[in-house]
């Protein structure tokens, strides 16, 4: 239940607290006096969201998402010493997948377009949900060459850790600069996010069970 005080540390009039005792503009808000040891000390809750974390979430959405781009440029374009399409579908062959050019495509647009909704903040969930689905098939694949890249680059290291970020981002989500600001799934992520993490896990069994 909201409630209005005027408490220690306001700077006078009527706040709105929340029951986590933050203000309606989103600062730190001051509790009560603890005179529970005579202490004359308030106590605060923690800062709940402050425009660092939105940085953060920016720079995070526009190297992962600008990563994204740049690998699915490489495969539908050739773009960047890219295998193109053909060169890529050749690569899913050797891995025994079926359906090979389709599947190319398939994930070479589910890259470029995923990356760029990340970049944007926009439709963050469907955008996350996209690259996590790949990364999880990519280090499935990557398994059995171990953890860490080596000399030969083969390890799956690099690969689990653009996965983690784009499940960080369907949980967390986008931050208020992006273009889902307001939307519920910016608003209230975790029930978004679990949603479309079983959409992501889906897509990754069917492509590997139903495909390879």
């Given at each position: 239940m909201s409630t209005h005080d005027s408490g220690p540390g306001t700077s006078g009039g009527a706040h709105h607290f929340d029951d986590a005792g933050y203000t309606?503009?989103?600062?730190?808000?001051?509790?009560?006096?603890?005179?529970?040891?005579?202490?004359?000390?308030?106590?605060?809750?923690?800062?709940?969201?402050?425009?660092?974390?939105?940085?953060?979430?920016?720079?995070?959405?526009?190297?992962?998402?600008?990563?994204?781009?740049?690998?699915?440029?490489?495969?539908?374009?050739?773009?960047?010493?890219?295998?193109?399409?053909?060169?890529?579908?050749?690569?899913?062959?050797?891995?025994?997948?079926?359906?090979?050019?389709?599947?190319?495509?398939?994930?070479?647009?589910?890259?470029?377009?995923?990356?760029?909704?990340?970049?944007?903040?926009?439709?963050?969930?469907l955008g996350a949900a996209g690259l996590l689905g790949v990364m999880i098939n990519v280090v499935t694949l990557k398994w059995n060459n171990g953890f860490f890249l080596g000399s030969t680059g083969t390890g799956f290291e690099f690969d689990l850790v653009l996965g983690a970020l784009a499940a960080a981002l369907l949980f967390i989500g986008p931050g208020r600069a992006s273009l889902d600001n307001g939307r519920a799934w910016a608003r209230v992520p975790l029930p978004w996010g679990v949603l479309f993490l079983l959409v992501a896990a889906g897509s990754s069994v069917i492509t590997l069970v139903v495909l390879r």
């Open positions: 309606s503009t989103g600062t730190t808000a001051a509790l009560p006096v603890d005179q529970a040891g005579g202490a004359d000390t308030v106590r605060r809750k923690p800062f709940a969201w402050n425009g660092g974390a939105d940085l953060g979430l920016l720079v995070l959405r526009l190297v992962l998402g600008g990563t994204f781009i740049a690998h699915g440029a490489q495969k539908l374009f050739g773009a960047f010493n890219g295998p193109g399409i053909s060169g890529f579908a050749k690569f899913l062959e050797s891995f025994g997948f079926q359906q090979t050019r389709i599947l190319a495509y398939v994930t070479g647009i589910t890259e470029l377009g995923g990356g760029a909704l990340i970049v944007l903040g926009f439709l963050t969930p």
